[in-house]
C-alpha cells in the first residue's frame, strides 16, 4: 500500500469534512461538528491539516495549530488525528504523528499537546507506545462564543 502524507489543500476540505463526520460519529459526538467546507475555505489561513492519501483518496487526518503555555512555551496542539477503520494497523496513524511531530520541531517548539477519550484504550495504547504521558487529572473546559 502506497501512502502519501502531505499538507491538505483546499480542494480537499470536501473529502476531509465527510472524514471529521465520520471520526464524530466513530467518538459519538455527531452533535458537536459545526463546521462546514465553507468555514473551512474561510479559515484556511489558520487551518492546519495532514492527510494520508493512498490512490487520490483521503484515507486520514491530523489537524493541528500552533498554541503558547505560559508554563513550557511554543507548542503544537494536535487537534483530530484519524484513521479510517480500514486503513488502521498499517502505521499510518504514526506517519502523521510524525509530520505534526516534524513541523513541531522544526518551528522550535517544546512540546506537542492533545486530548484522547478515555475510553478509546487503542489509542491511549497507540500514544503510550509513541512515549507520551497520559494526564488524567485536567478536565477540558469549553466556552463556545
Not at 484556511?44 to 484515507?59: G, M, Q, R, T, W
Request: with cysteine; aromatic share 14%.
Amino acid at each position: 500500500m502506497e501512502v502519501t502524507i502531505r499538507k491538505a489543500e483546499p480542494k480537499d476540505f470536501e473529502e476531509i469534512y465527510m472524514l471529521i463526520k465520520t471520526f464524530s460519529a466513530f467518538i459519538q459526538t455527531p452533535e458537536k461538528v459545526t463546521i462546514k467546507p465553507a468555514q473551512m475555505l474561510q479559515d484556511k489561513d489558520c487551518f492546519n491539516c495532514f492527510i494520508a492519501v493512498e490512490h487520490e483518496k483521503i484515507v486520514a487526518f491530523a489537524t493541528w495549530f500552533f498554541a503558547y503555555y505560559s508554563w513550557t512555551g511554543k507548542a503544537v496542539y494536535l487537534d483530530d488525528l484519524y484513521v479510517m477503520e480500514k486503513y488502521r494497523g498499517l502505521g499510518i496513524g504514526s506517519k502523521l504523528l510524525d509530520k505534526v511531530i516534524e513541523t513541531a520541531k522544526n518551528a522550535n517548539c517544546k512540546k506537542l499537546r492533545w486530548q484522547v477519550s478515555n475510553w478509546n484504550k487503542k489509542a491511549i495504547e497507540f500514544y503510550k507506545k509513541r512515549g507520551a504521558v497520559i494526564n488524567t487529572v485536567e478536565i477540558n473546559c469549553d466556552l463556545e462564543l
